[in-house]
């Protein structure tokens, strides 16, 4: 119930301090309308028009493409949406991770050698992501590689020292700022130390909160300070924060832990729900996992399948009234407050 209510007044408070339009489109909204802003399938979907127009998705994330493709497809999709469609892409070091043929590759994060040139390479990215209409990259990873063995960060991350992580990943993501296209850091709350790939299974970050505050946190903490737009949690366990072992993008302790004690306001999206690392808890069913992730806090759910299946069940949930109506209409409002900073909606 104190829970409840502490969102009620939160999402009370933002709305009163922001009379605009934002709060005249959540009211003009129908319930499943609003779960569905929430999703951001992947391009290549075979519904991908229809998940738009008809069940108005909220965004789209650009997968393995061609600059071609991409110039076809996000024109006509965007015209199609009810709500101006949010457009994401994962593209660390550059638009040639997805856009192999049509762009020269940037240097990853362990090849950028100054804070100079990790602004330089924001700036770059930023300016190729606005040429193809792209509104946001999943970048920079503020992950701590001190696990030489690591098989999934490795070159993604700035290095193996917290500081030096923080400061390239700032410069980084003041670089695509000011070009217009909005940063996520990831992974939360920190993938550096592991040895497992979340990709194919659960890795599990055995340290202390004194070792996370010292280490994995300290690059968040600066880029949540900075304003950065969003955040990705992991699909990794952290049992000091969630002693249970749930992955942070289903884990409710983890992500209120980064919005009340990092005091992270922005969007938090998850990693690619298609993932084992969070998918094999529910024995493969990425319907589930995806609910799951919603109950725990996250904002928008990333390159799921089954997306008019997972609207549908959260849309249930909400309407029977096991899901708070008032957390979902925060929910909402910061994805459409992200819209606006991004000049997509007035």
Not at 118 to 144: F, K, R, S, T, W
Not at 183 to 212: N, Y
Not at 294 to 321: C, F, M, P, R, W
């Amino acid at each position: 119930m104190h829970c409840k209510l502490a969102i009620l007044l939160a999402f009370s408070l933002l709305l009163g301090s922001c009379k605009d339009t934002l709060a005249l489109t959540l009211e003009e909204m129908s319930v499943r309308d609003k779960v569905a802003q929430l999703m951001v399938p992947q391009h290549y979907d075979s519904d991908i028009d229809s998940l738009v127009a008809r069940d108005h998705v909220g965004g789209v994330i650009v997968m393995v493409s061609t600059k071609a493709e991409v110039d076809s497809l996000l024109p006509r999709l965007k015209a199609s949406a009810q709500i101006p469609l949010f457009v994401c892409i994962d593209a660390e070091w550059g638009a040639a991770m997805r856009l192999k043929q049509d762009y020269r590759r940037l240097p990853k994060a362990a090849y950028i050698k100054s804070d100079e040139q990790a602004y330089e390479v924001g700036l770059a990215i930023g300016a190729q992501l606005q040429e193809l209409g792209i509104h946001a990259n999943l970048a920079p990873d503020a992950d701590v590689n001190t696990n030489p063995d690591n098989p999934v960060i490795g070159t993604r991350s700035f290095g193996a020292d917290p500081q030096l992580v923080a400061e390239r990943a700032s410069a980084y993501a003041r670089g695509q700022r000011e070009a217009g296209i909005a940063s996520c850091a990831k992974h939360f709350p920190g993938h550096g130390d592991t040895s497992v790939d979340s990709h194919l299974a659960l890795p599990v970050l055995e340290h202390s909160r004194e070792r996370l505050d010292s280490v994995e946190l300290l690059p968040f903490r600066r880029l949540i300070g900075e304003g950065i737009e969003m955040v990705m949690t992991g699909h990794l366990s952290v049992p000091a924060i969630d002693p249970d072992g749930m992955p942070a993008s289903i884990s409710r302790p983890i992500n209120r832990f980064l919005r009340d004690s990092l005091g992270f306001r922005g969007v938090i999206v998850t990693d690619g729900m298609g993932m084992k690392g969070v998918t094999d808890i529910f024995g493969g069913d990425q319907v589930a996992a995806c609910v799951a992730a919603y109950s725990a806090g996250a904002d928008l759910i990333l390159a799921l399948k089954q997306t008019v299946e997972v609207i549908d069940a959260i849309t249930a949930k909400v309407e029977s009234g096991e899901f708070p109506m008032e957390e979902l209409d925060a929910k909402v409002y910061r994805v459409l407050r992200l819209k606006q900073s991004l000049g997509l909606l007035q």
